[in-house]
């Protein structure tokens, strides 16, 4: 069975500077990787999504991840943080098969002055 | 705009007392979820639909249930609300089956007295 961990239950960064949520997933073969956004009160948002190619995949509001197989990773980043940036981000695999979405915990983002 | 739209947000039930959450889509997507949220923990999926095909998951209470009379509207019924299904419920639809992107609504948040 597929497995999500997001090592990290709540970050806090200063705005402006550089943001990286860490994601590992367990499974055999080759996953289908989301991060979503939650801001508080509100539904999920996709921010971006990996299922082959270029493992360096762009996504909307300036985030990026990365797919490093060997490693087991789909860490989220984002090279300057704007307070709008605080929410709740989750990652979630996937697979070809008819199972559902694992998600992780989640990620707490605070922003600073 | 296409949407995903939840009815109430905010709903509010005593101990016991059926309670009926709504949500509609105007993407015309095949498949509607159901997720419970609870404070600071990952949604987790109790159904969907595909199409009009319903596929519980094998740990949702009995006591949790749902409609789909068509393809724009799916509903989630709670038929005697105890104090551990406070939470927040996010309704998503995606095209295909799980390996899509899923696009959520606000959710609605429930609480219990």
């Known amino acids: 069975a597929q497995s999500v961990t997001q090592p990290d239950i709540h970050i806090t960064v200063s705005e402006g500077a550089s943001l990286e949520l860490r994601c590992n997933y367990s499974y055999g073969a080759t996953p289908y990787l989301f991060w979503y956004v939650q801001s508080p009160g509100q539904g999920l948002q996709l921010l971006l999504k990996?299922?082959?190619?270029?493992?360096l995949v762009q996504g909307i509001k300036g985030f990026e991840a990365e797919f490093k197989r060997s490693q087991s990773s789909f860490n989220l980043r984002k090279p300057s943080v704007h307070w709008s940036d605080a929410a709740e981000y989750f990652c979630a695999v996937g697979n070809s098969g008819n199972t559902p979405l694992v998600f992780g915990k989640g990620t707490r983002l605070s922003v600073i002055a | 705009d296409a949407m995903v739209i939840q009815n109430p947000r905010y709903q509010v039930t005593q101990f016991g007392k059926p309670v009926t959450l709504s949500c509609s889509q105007t993407l015309n997507h095949n498949v509607m979820y159901w997720y419970q949220q609870k404070s600071s923990q990952a949604p987790k999926l109790l159904f969907h639909y595909y199409d009009k095909d319903f596929n519980n998951e094998a740990d949702t209470p009995d006591n949790f249930q749902s409609r789909r009379p068509n393809t724009s509207f799916c509903f989630l019924d709670i038929r005697s609300p105890g104090l551990g299904d406070a939470a927040m419920y996010l309704c998503?639809?995606?095209?295909?089956?799980?390996?899509?992107?899923?696009?959520f609504g606000p959710g609605t948040r429930l609480t219990v007295l």
């Open positions: 998503a639809t995606s095209r295909l089956l799980h390996t899509d992107t899923q696009y």
């Open positions: 990996y299922f082959s190619g270029d493992t």
